[in-house]
């Protein structure tokens, strides 16, 4: 079991940057694909990008290509977003998830996820 918590979220001005945070405690997640979603008010959950288990592969839907940057620190258990140039459609709840397996195949469908975090809010101001 592990249990996977968001941190860093707040309120920004567009143009503004801001990194999330997504710790690991209860079990490592080395060796599977760590991914961020996002739920906009009134809108389904979607997907951001991943990043591979090794951290050398990350793939990100086109609305956030070249702003938002994943990357895992596995010595720190730890999962980043950094997001940068940030505008008032990124505002949402960013949640981080684990793969259930170690393929990056359908990374961004939800049911691909058996761990999730509760969330962290980011507001964007315009």
């Known amino acids: 079991q592990v249990q996977l918590g968001e941190s860093g979220g707040g309120y920004v001005q567009t143009g503004g940057s801001l990194r999330l945070s997504c710790a690991a405690s209860?079990?490592?997640?080395?060796?599977?694909?760590l991914a961020w979603f996002r739920q906009a008010p009134g809108k389904e959950r979607e997907a951001v990008g991943v990043?591979?288990?090794?951290?050398?592969?990350?793939t990100y839907e086109d609305f956030v290509k070249g702003r938002f940057a994943i990357s895992r620190d596995a010595a720190k258990n730890t999962l980043y977003l950094q997001m940068s140039d940030l505008k008032p459609e990124d505002t949402a709840v960013y949640y981080c998830?684990?793969?259930?397996?170690?393929?990056?195949?359908?990374?961004?469908?939800?049911?691909?996820?058996?761990?999730w975090g509760q969330g962290t809010q980011v507001t964007v101001s315009s």
């Open positions: 998830a684990q793969k259930g397996d170690t393929y990056l195949t359908e990374w961004d469908k939800e049911d691909s996820y058996g761990y």
């Open positions: 209860g079990r490592t997640f080395t060796g599977y694909p």
């Open positions: 990043i591979s288990a090794s951290g050398l592969y990350t």
